[in-house]
């Protein structure tokens, strides 16, 4: 999910929000200030309540990018890629662009977060404690202890086994660790994940049809997101399983065809799209060397009158911003890349000659193959430059 805006960058690591999470806002600002609190500590002005409510939801929401930073601290203290952390309506996402490398480091990036919540639990309640002490408004009391319990039930909810939520994170890493594969322990742990998730949709649709409590929206919400999410991650594991002894090499498409960075579109689309079979293209300039990338996307965004004078560079994807691998990089560490890449294509290098492409067709290929293969109980797989390797599973 990407950020609808920029809040900062912290400890080097961007910070962003999506528009939804004024849905969170909005749910606490309702409960707290015009349900909860007006009977709980009444003699206030509405106005009252609802600042106190509009305090405390920034404060919880602090509370979520402080988990979530702790997250990604620590992912990367154990050498794992953060791209960014985005707020939104349930919750927060730190997006990791690698995998850990160790159970080890799985599990420590896993409880960091409950941990900075329970932290955050403590901090809150003993606010609470030092506000009783002075004689504090009772509505402050009661801002600073819903705070400290809303951090605990972050904490709690989130250690329970079951992907994508910390737990899962921790049951993966103890599978990881006891069976030593990491893939059978994802799939394990998002199955768990899923299972839960229905649990939770189940029990939201009984409050809402039986108990009469619109609370329910809200775990309905919360389980499809989990399911969701848990399948998508199932999936990706058995990706990851099939091509773990995938290199770049065995799956781009080699010495592709490129194209010259000062070339129109125009004749770019007659001379080059129409008789070539791709696409996508590197682009070079004079001397040969890669300025980016253009695919047939990027061409459609041409108006028909202003193809004769724009150059395929200037509608080209930066080389900055196109992932690139080397013949030996693993598939399964260039999948992250591929997938958050602007036209979902990398270029291979061997030292500063472009080697090949990778698209998504090919990825798919490689796919489709291995699991042809692996289906085939005579298959074995044949020893490479003198190294046998084991037979394929």
């Known amino acids: 999910m990407s950020s609808t805006f920029r809040l900062g960058t912290i400890a080097g690591i961007r910070v962003g929000a999506h528009w939804s999470v004024l849905g969170i806002l909005l749910i606490l600002v309702v409960a707290l200030g015009f349900r909860n609190w007006p009977v709980l500590a009444p003699g206030h002005a509405g106005v009252v309540y609802v600042l106190a409510a509009v305090v405390t939801a920034v404060f919880f929401l602090a509370s979520l990018l402080a988990h979530e930073l702790a997250h990604a601290v620590v992912a990367r203290r154990q050498g794992i890629e953060v791209d960014d952390i985005t707020l939104w309506l349930l919750g927060g996402l730190a997006r ?18 409950p941990l900075a919540s329970l932290v955050c639990g403590a901090v809150f309640g003993a606010l609470a404690w030092l506000l009783v002490t002075v004689d504090a408004p009772f509505l402050a009391v009661m801002a600073a202890v819903y705070l400290a319990l809303f951090n ?17 994170r921790v049951l993966r890493a103890a599978l990881w660790a006891w069976k030593g594969d ?22 939201g649709v009984w409050q809402l049809l039986f108990a009469g409590t619109g609370s329910g929206l809200w775990w309905v919400l919360i389980g499809l997101f989990v399911v969701t999410v ?30 010259d960075a000062d070339t129109s579109v125009h004749d770019f689309l007659h001379d080059v799209v129409l008789v070539r079979r791709h696409s996508a293209f590197p682009v070079v300039d004079g001397r040969g060397h890669v300025e980016g990338l253009v695919t047939l996307n990027r061409l459609r965004s041409v108006p028909l009158d202003e193809r004769g004078t724009t150059r395929v560079h200037d509608i080209a994807c930066p ?19 591929l997938r958050d890449a602007p036209d979902g294509r990398a270029l291979v290098f061997d030292g500063d000659r472009l080697a090949g492409i990778v698209t998504p067709t090919d990825v ?6 291995r699991g042809l293969v692996e289906a085939d109980p005579r298959h074995v797989v044949r020893p490479v430059h003198g190294t046998p390797p084991p037979p394929v599973a």
């Open 182 to 203: 990491r893939h059978l322990a994802a799939v394990w742990s998002a199955r768990a994940g899923r299972g839960f998730g229905i649990l939770l949709i189940l029990a």
């Open 319 to 337: 080389a900055s911003d196109v992932p690139t691998a080397t013949p030996d990089t693993p598939l399964t560490d260039l999948l992250p890349d």
């Open 96 to 113: 990791l662009r690698s995998e850990a490398r160790t159970p080890g480091a799985d599990l420590r990036v896993a409880v960091a977060g």
């Open 152 to 168: 605990g039930v972050l904490a709690a909810f989130n250690l329970v086994p079951a992907a994508p939520l910390d737990g899962g």
């Open 364 to 369: 798919s290929r490689a796919v489709t193959v």
């Open 230 to 259: 848990a399948g998508a991650e199932e999936r990706e594991a058995h990706l990851g399983s099939t091509l773990q002894d995938v290199r770049v090499s065995e799956v781009m498409t080699p010495d592709p065809d490129t194209t």
